[in-house]
């Protein structure tokens, strides 16, 4: 199944690595109209950024989710390199409870 993303703006979060970086390359590679990539790791984002440059319109923004402001900062971001928000993906987030394999249903509950 092809997806257009041709007039969507998306904000990616986690997107120094792992899923949110996979979903940052999908989304420019599907034609997104502009990506909001953030994550902790500014260097890890500044690196997806300079391998994304297929022409894709990209932002960076460092942030901390764990921070109350976080949110609200990005999103103002967004809406101000591209005139609004069409989707979120939010892959971010780390735990350190248990490991998906070795973890018990106590923990994660």
Known sequence: ??????????IVT???????????EHAA???????LLTD???????NV????????PIQIF??????????SRICDQAKAAFGRIDGLVNAAGLTTR???LDGTVEVWD
């Open 62 to 71: 460092a942030a901390d989710l764990a921070e109350p402001e976080a949110a």
């Open 1 to 10: 199944m092809n997806v257009s993303l041709e007039t969507q703006s998306i």
């Open 14 to 24: 986690g997107a120094a690595s792992g899923i949110g970086r996979a979903v940052a």
């Open 98 to 100: 248990a490991g998906f």
């Open 29 to 35: 590679a599907a034609g997104a109209d502009g990506l």
């Open 49 to 56: 950024a300079e391998a994304l440059g297929n022409g894709t």
């Open 40 to 46: 902790v790791d500014e260097a890890g984002l500044q």
